[in-house]
């Protein structure tokens, strides 16, 4: 199975005064950023078998412009990638086949630790995802078994390869 691991995009600082955490949306400069780092997503990741996203709305926003660049995937909500529930996630995942490539969309630092439990290392040298950042990981079964890292690129990457 090919997992591709996507940090949400830019969004409304923390602790904007009346805005719960949880309802913090995307920047219009995020927006448009990560519009241009899915054309680049799409030109080098097939289009996914799934595509599942945290609930929260920086998540889902992020997720939807995806899907639309990709085209025929509809985001599907995963409450486990809200708080890095890798039980939740490993569930969702135990359905797709060997050959399916799945998105998730999810949040910090909770795609950095996935990633970095993944890989083996500790959680002191994990990779750090940026906003709208991406890492394509080979996995042979479980989460617990581990992956291979394909590539991990930034979103300036991401958008330099929709040109």
Partial sequence: ?????????????????????????????????????????????????????SPLVRARRTAEIAAETWGR??????????????????????SRGPEDVVVIVGHE??????LGRLLGSTHDDRLAFRKGGAALVELSGRLAQGGHLVWFLPPKTLRALAD
Avoid: N, W, Y
Wanted: no cysteine.
């Fill in 1 to 53: 199975m090919r997992l591709l691991i996507i940090r949400h995009a830019i969004a409304a600082e923390r602790g904007t005064p009346g805005l719960p955490d949880d309802e913090r949306p995307l920047t219009p400069e995020g927006e448009k950023r990560f519009q241009k780092a899915a054309k680049g997503l799409a030109r080098i990741v097939r289009r996914p078998d799934v595509l599942f996203t």
């Fill in 73 to 94: 995937v509809e985001p599907v909500t995963l409450d486990a990638l809200a708080h890095g529930d890798d039980d939740g996630l490993q569930k969702a995942l135990a």
């Fill in 109 to 114: 630092p909770h795609v950095s630790a996935l």
